[in-house]
Nanobody, 125 residues
Framework: QVQLVESGGGLVQPGGSLRLSCAAS????????IGWFRQAPGQERVAIAC????????NYPDYVEGRFTISRDKSKNTVYLEMNSLQPEDTAVYYC??????????????????WGQGTQVTVST
């Protein structure tokens, strides 16, 4: 059974940081591209970051470049998203997902086959 479980969300003040975790079961995270996405209330789901299989090659959209970092811990079979300098517009449900068909990661949502349930991140005073 393929399963992705996000954790680490919560309430943080503007300018603060959070580290999200995506714990994988049923597959090895190093064997597939993994992506992070988010969906704010009333908006479409958008890509945040992705990491390719076997190595640390990653991609980010402009709106998080320099603030968010994706990484992988092979020993824990977990992918992380470190978020710094958080702003109210970063408030959203954050999801991780895996791509079973490719080796290089993509920021296109339809590339991903399996999704977690999401974790809420709220940036507010």
């Amino acid at each position: 059974q393929v399963q992705l479980v996000e954790s680490g969300g919560g309430l943080v003040q503007p300018g603060g940081s959070l580290r999200l975790s995506c714990a994988a079961s049923g597959f090895i995270v190093d064997h597939y591209p993994i992506g992070w996405f988010r969906q704010a209330p009333g908006q479409e789901r958008v890509a945040i970051a992705c990491i390719s299989m076997h190595d640390d090659r990653s991609n980010y959209p402009d709106y998080v470049e320099g603030r968010f970092t994706i990484s992988r811990d092979k020993s824990k079979n977990t992918v992380y998203l470190e978020m710094n300098s958080l702003q109210p517009e970063d408030t959203a449900v954050y999801y991780c997902a895996m791509d079973t068909r490719r080796s290089l990661c993509s920021l296109i949502e339809m590339s991903y086959d399996h999704w977690g349930q999401g974790t809420q991140v709220t940036v507010s005073t």
